[in-house]
């Protein structure tokens, strides 16, 4: 049971995404998106999308926002040429490079973003929930930064995984709730903020770390990280004096590949490519790869592409990266999906590992694995259409994964063992 749109409804809701016209005011992108939240809730939602619309048309908070991500950020992220990936690969290869931004992702951009909405709507503190913990640190620093308390929820089980993480928050001032409930992870943890937000939703601000959720939530991370795709836009006219053949990059709830492709979209030139987690296989269970094998679903206050079974129960997902391990995607994926815009595809988790040994030995940078999946379906697209320019969102870093890497490759055991040895 896909979503159809025939041609004409297809060209018209390009159009109207094109235009900015979409989400409309319902929050709907196209068949996709929406409002499906308690009523409790609503009031809230309603507040935040007014307050938004209003500060992020207005001149003076982006003055604010530009310079805090100028200056405590790093923004503008570099546009880095990859001239041996270029080589193996038979393409021209630049590197979009989230990677390089403050605490290591574009996970920031969101983050600061909202906590200086949230301050100006006049919220007293900010609930947020981690699965990996990359979004819990990223809001930590942001709140405190603004001066704003923060809560974190995060699974009781993701807390032992993620220890580095939680220590990183609770050193930046964060208070870290861990959940007991449910699933132990992601899920849980979500479920528990918004309940949390629903007991006192006129002080706390609920920042949420991808561009899911009920509206006004996809539309407004999808603006924050905007930012990625009109850098990428400009300093692709300045350094390779052409727009690139094809954009890629990796899909979890969605937030930095939308964050690219969004002020790309209207370029019929370019090719846009999403890379979901393959994680071992094609069997439910064994990926997270929701828009080339889900169906359409609600899930966390949004209509979408979810992984469920046949009774429409959400299914658990596998992948080697944290930061994709989710079982649905942002309504504006669903979408560009749908009008054909953007195609996704899938890279298992021996292929992202095998990218990102690549990316490191060729270019002296480690990317996260997350980061990796995108390499590893550019190298496909490559492969396949010699002697393009190819931009690849570099999403992060990879130093957060390094007890996954010590784990799947042991490169430091062995020198560990043979000093001992010695
Ligand atoms: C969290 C994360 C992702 C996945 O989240 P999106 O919302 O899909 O961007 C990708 N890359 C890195 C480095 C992350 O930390």
Known sequence: MQVELNAQERSTLLARLTRGELPDARGRFGPFGGRYAPETLVPALERLAE?????????????????ELRDWVGRPTPLTHAPTLSRHWGAD????????????????????????????????????????????????????????????????????RQAPNVERMVQLGAQVVPVKGGDQTLRAAIDEAFRDWVSDPVKAYY???????????????????SVIGREARAQS??????????????????????????????????????????GRGAGLGDNAATLATGRPGVLHGTYSMLLQDREGQVQETHSVSAGLDYPGVGPEHSLLQAIGRVSYESATDDEALDALRECCSSEGILPAIESSHALAGARRWAAKNPGKVIL???????????PTLSQVFGGARKIIEASADG
């Open 93 to 160: 290869v630049w590197l979009k490079r989230e990677d390089l931004a403050h605490t290591g992702a574009h996970k920031i951009n969101n983050a600061l973003g909202q906590a200086l909405l949230a301050k100006r709507l006049g919220a007293e503190r900010i609930i947020a929930e981690t699965g990996a913990g990359q979004h819990g640190v990223a809001t930590a620093a942001a709140c405190a930064r603004v001066g704003i308390c923060c809560t974190v929820y995060m699974g009781a089980v993701d807390v032992r």
């Open 237 to 278: 006219l300045e350094k390779i004096g052409r727009l690139p053949d094809v954009a890629v990059a990796c899909v979890g709830g969605g937030s930095n590949s939308i964050g690219l492709f969004h002020p790309l979209v209207g370029d019929a030139g370019i090719q846009l490519l999403g890379i979901e987690a393959g």
């Open 207 to 225: 920042l949420l770390g991808s561009a899911v959720g009920p509206h006004p939530y996809p539309w407004l991370v999808r603006e924050l990280q």
């Open 392 to 402: 690849i969102g570099l999403s992060g870093r990879g130093d957060k994964d390094m």
């Open 51 to 67: 307050g938004a619309a209003q500060y992020l048309r207005d001149p003076t908070f982006q003055a604010e926002l530009g310079l």
